[in-house]
C-alpha cells in the first residue's frame, strides 16, 4: 500500500482506532462498519471514514472494515510491526512508575537500559534493568540498539540531557520534563504533559457547569 503524508491530526486519533480494533479482534469480531465503530468510539462514521481513507479503500460499501487488516495496517503505520528499544533516564518516582508498567512491552516498546545521576542509585535493579551512571550513557546505546529515550527527570536538566542524546544519534525522545527541547529537525519529540490534560478537564468542566448555569 501506499503511503500519502498524514496530518499529525490523524496519527494522533490513530492510536485509538488501533485499540478499538484490537478489541474486537480479541472478540473474534471479523469485520465491522463505520456506524458500528462510531457508536463504540463516539467518533461521527464520516470521521472514521474520513481518518481510514488515508491508508487506502479498503472500508467496502455493505461490507465495513476487516478487523484483522485494519489492525495490521495501523500498526505498520504506527511503526508497531517492529520492536523499540528504549532507555530511560531519571529513576525517580514518574521513571519508576513507567518502568513498573508492562503494558508498553505489549506493545513492543522494551526498557533496555535506566540511567540517572544519583550514585546512591547505581546498581539497583527494577523490574530487573540496572540503574547505570550517566558516563555509561554513550557506549550503551551504541551497543544496544536503542531508538527511543525517555524523560523523567527535572525541566532544569533536560536540555543538556536531550543534547547529549542527539550526539548519541538518538532520534526520539518522549520528554516528560516540563520544558519544550531544542533539538534537529530529524530528532521526533513527544512530550507529555498530565498537567496539560487536567487543565483541559478542568475547562471542559467549568465550561460545562458555566453552560448548565444560563
Ligand atoms: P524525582 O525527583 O522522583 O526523580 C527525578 C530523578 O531524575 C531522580 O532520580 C534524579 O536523581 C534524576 N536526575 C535529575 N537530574 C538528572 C540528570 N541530569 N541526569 C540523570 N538523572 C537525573 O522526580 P519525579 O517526580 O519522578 O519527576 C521527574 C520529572 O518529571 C520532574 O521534572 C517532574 O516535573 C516531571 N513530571 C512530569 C509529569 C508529566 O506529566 N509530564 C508528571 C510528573 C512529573
Request: aromatic share 10%; net charge neutral; proline share 2%.
Amino acid at each position: 500500500m501506499e503511503y500519502k503524508e498524514i496530518s499529525q491530526a490523524v496519527i494522533s486519533r490513530l492510536p485509538r482506532y488501533y485499540r478499538y480494533l484490537g478489541e474486537l479482534k480479541d472478540e473474534g469480531v471479523e469485520r465491522i462498519s463505520s456506524q458500528e465503530l462510531s457508536k463504540k468510539m463516539h467518533v461521527t462514521a464520516s470521521q472514521i471514514r474520513q481518518d481510514l481513507n488515508h491508508f487506502g479503500g479498503f472500508g467496502q460499501q455493505g461490507y465495513g472494515y476487516n478487523v484483522e487488516y485494519l489492525y495490521v495496517e495501523i500498526a505498520k503505520i504506527l511503526g508497531l510491526d517492529k520492536e523499540h528499544h528504549l532507555i530511560l533516564i531519571g529513576a525517580g518516582n514518574l521513571g519508576q512508575a513507567l518502568l513498573n508498567y508492562n503494558n508498553f512491552e505489549r506493545r513492543g516498546f522494551i526498557f533496555k537500559g535506566i540511567f540517572d545521576h544519583n550514585p546512591k542509585l547505581y546498581g539497583l535493579k527494577i523490574r530487573d534493568i540496572e540503574i547505570r551512571p550517566m558516563e555509561e550513557l554513550s557506549s550503551f546505546i551504541k551497543k544496544n540498539d536503542i531508538d527511543i529515550a525517555v524523560l523523567t527527570i527535572p525541566k532544569i536538566s533536560a536540555v543538556t540531557v536531550a543534547e547529549k542524546l542527539v550526539e548519541c544519534n538518538i532520534k526520539a525522545i518522549w520528554n516528560f520534563a516540563h520544558i519544550d527541547l531544542n533539538v534537529p529537525e530529524n530528532v521526533q519529540v513527544e512530550n507529555v504533559h498530565l498537567s496539560d490534560s487536567l487543565m483541559k478537564l478542568s475547562y471542559n468542566s467549568s465550561r460545562y457547569h458555566d453552560i448548565g448555569k444560563k
